[in-house]
């Protein structure tokens, strides 16, 4: 099979059964992306499919050949860190960090999914998630994705800096 990750293509064999998630983790070494529950319950493995978050958990790898796929160990560009990463560490957005490259992944899929269902609230620099959101709005966006430590005030924050 044939992937595009973090803009690398990249082939494997693999067999036909194997979750995207188990793609990642253990025939990649993408094990920035997180398994939680397995089931579609967490959010802990959400990647980016072409812009779009998904539980990786619940996708058939075989499904996304060919297609954009972003972990977290893609976000980061040129030495610099994405600019939600820096605002979830200027925020204390995580206590273990576990959940914390789902979170990353879900909020700039967020951030995607606004700009392409209510453009009269976003800017255009999407490279800074730059988005316009209501805090009660974006909490039940992000809903999918659990914190097991807590730490949803610092997240919250985290995501009201980098998307406003
Ligand atoms: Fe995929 Fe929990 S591990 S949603």
New binding site residues.
């Given amino acids: 099979m044939q992937f595009i990750i973090n803009g690398e293509t990249v082939e494997v064999a693999a067999d036909i059964r194997t979750s995207l ?1 188990d793609l990642l983790r253990n025939y990649l070494g993408f094990t920035g992306t997180k ?11 959400t990647v980016l499919v072409d812009g779009e978050r998904i ?4 996708a058939l790898a075989v499904q996304y050949q060919h297609r954009n796929i972003t972990t977290v160990e893609g976000l980061a560009r040129n030495g610099s860190l994405h600019p939600l990463q820096q605002a979830f560490i200027d925020h204390d957005g995580f206590q273990c960090g576990y959940c914390t490259p789902g979170q990353l992944c879900s909020a700039i899929g967020m951030a995607s999914e606004i700009e392409r269902n209510i453009p009269s609230v976003v800017t255009k620099d999407l490279s800074a998630t730059s988005v316009m959101l209501d805090e009660t709005e974006f909490r039940e966006r992000m809903s999918g994705n659990l914190c097991r430590c807590g730490a949803y005030n610092g997240i919250v924050e985290a995501i009201s800096e980098a998307t406003v």
């Fill in positions: 998630l398994k939680g529950c397995d089931q579609g319950a967490c959010g802990a493995c539980n990786s958990c619940l």
